[in-house]
């Protein structure tokens, strides 16, 4: 019912910089919050950052001072902006939507694809 696109992902040296953004389309009533979570194999998935539809927002203490989040609500999209790489922020990042679909419906988790970041030298 959405489809979260996501870009921007790649390799980068410690000390740089990646900007990840996350398109939303489909059956879209109104987005709650939007974020970016990420993901390492054999371990869970963790919250990197979060925003609400009125821009209050949310970071993990490890990213903070360091990553942004923005969005743009008229174009239902998202962006992290994301400096000072360490190699421990390599994994696969992931857009969230909290999302109602319809003007009577509840608020429904949706998932992009991922997008890999590896942060290496």
């Known amino acids: 019912q959405v489809q979260l696109v996501e870009s921007g992902g790649g390799l980068v040296q410690p000390g740089g910089s990646l900007r990840l953004s996350c398109a939303a389309s489909g059956t879209i009533y109104r987005i709650d919050a939007m974020g970016w979570y990420r993901q390492n194999p054999g371990k869970e998935r963790e919250l990197v950052a979060q925003?609400?539809?009125?821009?209050?927002?949310t970071y993990a203490d490890s990213v903070k001072g360091r990553f942004a989040i923005s969005r743009d609500n008229a174009k239902n999209t998202a962006s992290l902006q994301m400096n000072n790489l360490k190699p421990e922020d390599t994994a696969v990042y992931y857009c969230?939507?909290?999302?109602?679909?319809?003007?009577?419906?509840?608020?429904?988790?949706?998932w992009g694809q991922g997008t890999q970041v590896t942060v290496s030298s």
């Open positions: 969230n939507t909290r999302t109602q679909h319809f003007s009577n419906s509840i608020l429904q988790d949706d």
């Open positions: 925003i609400s539809r009125l821009g209050t927002t």
